[in-house]
């Protein structure tokens, strides 16, 4: 395990040549700071993953045929990783039209739910919420906010909706019934596993939609939330601590994309004489 000092962190042709240099075979990091990495130099690496935020078609055509690339994807909320998506070098010659967020990790359980708890059928969007042991108990002294977030369902019972075969994955719980067995195609509809013990349900924000292949896509955020090189950031925040400035009377903050493809915060501010700055 190395664990690399800011200066190194700062300089991605230094960073690369630390890789090498290591003989560094597993390499865990955001895509924004991956894609600035020279990766015909980083001979020595067998797996590349990338999480925080999605990656561009741009740095998954470079990986293809050098390496495992994979797309993991998972909050902090249920132990980082819940799903992954993965590209091996036999695979870099097969065609993809989209960069998914994959399948679920073992004993991770997604559900697709609309805003009254119903599952989605294949190819309609919803929140994302996850159950499982990684799931954790709450947010340190912020009860308004663990009681938004992580929903106890006594006798949780999903047969009330519809959800896709694939939705769930790895081991089932003892309390869990055998699923009923079908192909997945685009529009089916399959039943859903009864639980029937307590359960917690972690609310993610995230949206997102299962695929007839049974691999699951995200489609962003169902409020403000934004991610800056894998960091949470909360657009309304900024904005609220920008309107307090003396002189200012209003300001609106975006995540803007760069001509590279990375990300910034650009915000847009009004004075009290009423000139829009940038």
């Known amino acids: 395990l ?26 865990t990091l955001p895509p924004s700071y991956a ?16 999480a925080g935020e999605p990656p561009t078609p741009e740095l998954v055509k470079r990986c293809a045929g050098r390496f ?17 998506w993965k590209l091996t070098p036999e695979d870099a010659g097969e065609p993809f039209d989209k960069i998914t967020i994959g399948t679920p990790l073992d004993n991770v359980k997604f559900f697709i739910l ?29 009860p308004d906010l663990t009681t938004e977030k992580f929903i106890k369902m006594d006798g949780f019972n999903l047969r009330r909706g519809t959800m896709p075969r694939a939705l769930t994955t790895g081991h089932h ?22 639980i029937s013990s307590p359960v917690t349900l972690y609310r993610t924000g995230d949206l997102g939609r299962f695929l007839s292949s049974g691999h699951i896509e995200f489609l ?12 949470r950031v909360e657009l309304g925040e900024i904005e609220a601590c920008l309107r307090m400035m003396p ?32």
């Open 68 to 84: 495992d690339y994979i797309n993991a994807y998972g909050p902090t909320e249920n132990s980082v990783c819940s799903s992954y």
């Open 220 to 231: 962003g955020r169902i409020d403000q939330q934004v991610k800056i090189r894998g960091f």
């Open 114 to 142: 609309d805003r009254f708890m119903s599952t989605q059928p294949i190819g309609i969007p919803g929140e994302i919420h996850l159950a499982g042991p990684g799931i954790a108990r709450g947010y340190l002294n912020r």
């Open 2 to 27: 190395y664990v690399l000092d800011r200066d190194t962190i700062g300089d991605t042709g230094g960073f690369t040549g630390y890789i090498s240099r290591h003989r560094v075979t597993v390499l």
């Open 173 to 194: 719980d003892a309390d869990e019934p055998n699923r009923e067995h079908g192909d997945v195609q685009a529009g089916t509809r399959h039943r859903a596993p009864a």
């Open 35 to 50: 894609s600035h990495l020279e990766i015909d130099r980083l001979d020595s690496l067998r797996v590349l993953l990338t």
């Open 247 to 278: 002189g200012l009377k209003d300001a609106v903050v975006i995540d803007r994309v760069m001509e590279d493809g990375d990300h910034c915060l650009c915000a847009y501010v009004v004075s009290e004489t009423g000139t829009g700055t940038e």
